[in-house]
């Protein structure tokens, strides 16, 4: 995957957004670690259960979900290339296209849950879902917390605040967003598919 | 290749990707297929790692611990679930 810059050899290497958010990526990382984890131990202590309690989750709207998140991160980074040619007004289209992709994650989520808690597969049913609400009710608030700051950098845009020489605080609220669709592609094998 | 083109082509890495893995469990569950599962899981991450995060052109002591992150982690889950089976 090499790009004009680096065929010439003449790019330095970078590390994009603020060094803060990184140190926070990794403390963000570490603790889904820990949670994706726990599932994994339990399940390889309860087989059975999680296996039966799996079924009971619909693998096509994970992969809904997946694939929603992954345009929305899609979206994200093509509006950081807009900032970097001092594009922000086209920057705040495509955030606004990334708000949209993820908000299809977020009614499919939201249905997910509704038709669990309607069926009495509630946090207290079992292990598993215990385990499911806690790793994905997580991960979802960082999603809503995600596109809060893809609203707020779409604002700042709009406002022509952000061009090529000032876009650290843009790329930071974009590697958020990457981060958030990270972790989603550990989770999404580990809860509804791995058997 | 430009920037936008090549996040273009992660991204629609990362959509096949995500069809194979919902495609290989339709074959069975088998520790192979679990193995299989989780590669293309470490896969995806480092696609959005290097892809969209640019970690490609970030120090290498970074580009690293975040490549590293998605490998151990499914190494761990899957020692984990291969050691109990």
Not at chain 1, 43 to 54: D, G, N, T, V, Y
Not at chain 2, 62 to 76: E, G, H
């Amino acid at each position: 995957m090499s790009t004009s810059a680096e065929s010439t050899g003449v790019f330095r290497r970078h590390l994009p957004g603020d060094l803060a958010m990184w140190f926070f990526i990794l403390a963000e990382l570490s603790v889904f670690a820990i949670l994706i984890l726990a599932f994994a131990v339990t399940q390889a202590l309860k087989p059975q259960m999680f296996s039966e309690s799996r079924l009971l989750l619909n693998t096509s709207t994970g992969l809904a979900m997946t694939l929603s998140l992954l345009t929305a991160g899609l979206f994200a980074a093509l509006a950081q290339e807009q900032v970097r040619r001092s594009r922000p007004r086209h920057g705040a289209v495509f955030l606004l296209m990334a708000l949209l992709a993820a908000s299809v994650y977020v009614v499919l989520k939201l249905t997910e849950y509704r038709h669990l808690l309607a069926s009495g597969l509630g946090m207290e049913h079992n292990t598993f879902f215990t385990l499911y609400w806690i790793l994905t009710g997580f991960h979802f608030l960082h999603v809503l917390l995600g596109m809060v700051i893809l609203g707020w950098l779409a604002e700042r845009c709009r406002r022509g605040l952000y061009d090529a020489s000032k876009r650290s605080g843009f790329e930071s609220g974009v590697l958020y967003w990457h981060m958030v669709d990270l972790i989603w592609v550990m989770l999404f094998p580990l809860v509804y598919v791995l058997s | 290749m430009s920037v936008s083109r090549v996040l273009l082509v992660c991204w629609a890495a990362l959509a096949t990707l995500s069809v194979c893995t919902v495609a290989l469990a339709h074959f069975g569950a088998t520790s192979l297929l679990s193995m299989a599962i989780l590669l293309v899981a470490v896969g995806k991450a480092w696609l959005i790692t290097d892809g969209f995060m640019e970690m490609r052109h970030a120090p290498r002591l970074w580009r690293r611990l975040m490549l590293s992150w998605a490998l151990v982690l499914a190494a761990v889950v899957g020692l984990t679930l291969e050691v109990v089976r």
